[in-house]
């Protein structure tokens, strides 16, 4: 159970930074700006347990308005119990519990079935707060993750791609 855990909290360290990658499905508005967004998805698979990791990023006028990642992990060892995967959303719920007080941050776990566990990370742009990201993860994570503030361009966005990603 442990290296399950081990490889969802590795995937989940991946979905608290966000980035995207890839080609975008341009839309015009009727005020001529431009929306599109742009959607990546991997899978790795291990022994243990197989990932399928989603994210949609979306922008408007070159600028990142919002970013979605979901990871949906099925567990393939047949030496996890129920009780391990009550234990493992347990765990991944408590260390979303960072995110909560976080403007413009939304995390949620959720058992999809007996061996099939899914956690969401949107975060929304135009309310993110930097100073309590700051405050809750410290200068280093504002460095790596929000290195221009939040004023991130599709190009910034597709310079960090997720290597292995598939985008549409």
């Known amino acids: 159970m442990k ?11 991946v979905l608290s930074t966000l980035t995207g990658c890839g080609k975008s499905d341009k839309k015009e508005d009727s005020k001529n700006n431009e929306s599109s967004k742009i959607t990546c998805t991997m899978t790795s698979k291990d022994d243990s347990f197989e ?3 989603t994210a949609v990023i979306e922008h408007k006028d070159n600028k990142v308005t919002t970013v979605e990642q979901t ?8 030496n996890v119990s129920e009780d391990d995967i009550k234990t493992m959303i347990k765990e991944l719920e408590e260390i979303g519990e960072v995110y909560k007080d976080i403007s413009g941050y ?4 959720k058992k999809i079935s007996d061996k099939e566990i899914s956690i969401t990370l949107k975060i929304d742009y135009s309310k993110v707060n930097l100073n309590q990201i700051k405050e809750k993860l410290g200068d280093e994570f504002i460095n790596t993750s929000f290195p221009d503030g939040l004023d991130v361009t599709v190009d910034q966005v597709k310079k ?3 290597e292995g990603f598939e985008c549409k």
């Open 3 to 13: 290296k399950v855990l081990l490889g969802i909290i590795c995937g989940l360290l």
């Open 51 to 53: 990932a399928i990791d």
């Open 71 to 78: 990871s949906l992990y099925k567990i393939n060892d047949e």
């Open 106 to 109: 939304e995390f949620s776990t």
């Open 160 to 162: 960090s791609t997720f």
